[in-house]
Nanobody, 117 residues
Framework: QVQLVESGGGLVQAGASLRLSCAAS????????MGWFRQAPGKEREFVGR????????YYADSVKGRFTISRDTARNTVYLQMNSLKSEDTAVYSC??????????WGQGTQVTVSS
């Protein structure tokens, strides 16, 4: 069983940066991927990006490519989402998820990110 807890959300102005953290308790298997998702009010959940736990290989959605960076600290069992050049359309609840790639079994509760224009 893996429990995920996000932190780092908040209210920022457009153009600012924010770093989200996702702390995992329990064992993260080497073949797991850790993903970030977001959901804006009235919209469907959107994939932001993922990182392979073992290799560190990352993949991003086109909407955040070049602005967001995902990294992980295996010693701390933590995944990060560095968000730069934030836009109002980035406003959403951001959640991390973990599990086999494409089948995320474990989810965090989410953290709110609000970007004011």
């Amino acid at each position: 069983q893996v429990q995920l807890v996000e932190s780092g959300g908040g209210l920022v102005q457009a153009g600012a940066s924010l770093r989200l953290s996702c702390a995992a308790s329990g064992r993260i298997f080497s073949n797991y991927a850790m993903g970030w998702f977001r959901q804006a009010p009235g919209k469907e959940r959107e994939f932001v990006g993922r990182i392979a736990w073992s290799s560190g290989i990352v993949y991003y959605a086109d909407s955040v490519k070049g602005r967001f960076t995902i990294s992980r600290d295996t010693a701390r069992n933590t995944v990060y989402l560095q968000m730069n050049s934030l836009k109002s359309e980035d406003t959403a609840v951001y959640s991390c998820a973990g599990g086999l790639p494409g089948t995320y079994r474990y989810w965090g509760q989410g953290t709110q990110v609000t970007v004011s224009s």
